[in-house]
């Protein structure tokens, strides 16, 4: 793994948010857990990925994977330290304004999402990446694809019609409950 593809894109796409990663951690989880092994381990998650071609978005995927290596060491700690870590400990790193039905539900969404977007054409994907992850305007979009802006807009209306198609098909459309 150290073509230079791969170092390249990881301080590009991915280092940069490494700090905020940390403090994310240490404000969530304090000293229940080791934040460099959990970066660490987040990285290589995050580039097995890669290698695999399903990272849509690299800081959602590290955060995600931060977040998960940190519950399972959270988890880990409770059942070889019981007395150490107390049921408001575990319950702090939840959202609180969420019940577990939400939670699912929000990560079932959030799993629709990924594989509607990744069931795009590639440079549709792209564009919707950049415009709805990234949050990059189509001059931008345009000048980093090397494309024209007109082409950026026909391929963001594209991307948000295939996707809604896919939420069609293999969505739950029925309203969720308050």
Same mark, same amino acid.
């Given at each position: !793994?150290?073509?230079?593809?791969?170092?390249?894109?990881?301080?590009?796409? #991915? !280092?940069?948010?490494?700090?905020?990663?940390?403090?994310?951690?240490?404000? =969530? +989880?304090?000293? @229940?857990?080791?934040?460099?092994?959990?970066? @660490?381990?987040?990285?290589?998650?995050?580039?097995?990925?890669?290698? @695999?071609?399903?990272? #849509?978005?690299?800081?959602? +995927?590290?955060?995600?994977?931060?977040?998960?290596?940190?519950?399972?060491?959270? $988890?880990? =700690?409770?059942?070889?330290?019981?007395? *150490?870590?107390?049921?408001?400990? /575990?319950?702090?790193?939840?959202?609180?304004?969420?019940?577990?039905?939400?939670? /699912? &539900? $929000?990560?079932?969404?959030?799993?629709?999402?990924?594989?509607?977007?990744?069931?795009?054409?590639?440079?549709?994907?792209?564009?919707?990446?950049?415009?709805?992850?990234?949050?990059?305007? @189509?001059?931008?979009?345009?000048?980093?694809?090397?494309?024209?802006?007109?082409? #950026? *807009?026909?391929?963001? &209306?594209?991307?948000? =019609?295939?996707?809604?198609?896919? +939420?069609?098909?293999?969505?739950?459309?029925?309203?969720?409950?308050?």
């Amino acid at each position: !793994m150290d073509h230079p593809d791969h170092s390249r894109w990881l301080v590009e796409h #991915v !280092m940069p948010h490494e700090p905020l990663l940390r403090a994310w951690l240490q404000g =969530r +989880f304090g000293t @229940q857990v080791e934040i460099d092994d959990i970066v @660490q381990d987040a990285y290589a998650r995050l580039l097995r990925a890669r290698a @695999q071609g399903t990272v #849509v978005s690299p800081k959602a +995927f590290l955060f995600r994977a931060a977040r998960n290596i940190a519950l399972n060491q959270v $988890r880990h =700690r409770s059942y070889t330290h019981p007395k *150490e870590l107390t049921e408001n400990a /575990v319950s702090s790193v939840l959202d609180p304004g969420e019940s577990v039905p939400e939670t /699912v &539900a $929000r990560a079932e969404d959030i799993q629709l999402l990924i594989r509607a977007v990744q069931s795009l054409p590639e440079r549709c994907r792209q564009v919707f990446t950049l415009r709805k992850i990234y949050g990059l305007s @189509q001059k931008e979009i345009a000048a980093r694809l090397g494309i024209s802006e007109n082409t #950026v *807009e026909v391929h963001g &209306a594209i991307g948000v =019609r295939k996707c809604a198609d896919y +939420f069609q098909r293999h969505g739950d459309t029925s309203p969720r409950q308050p």
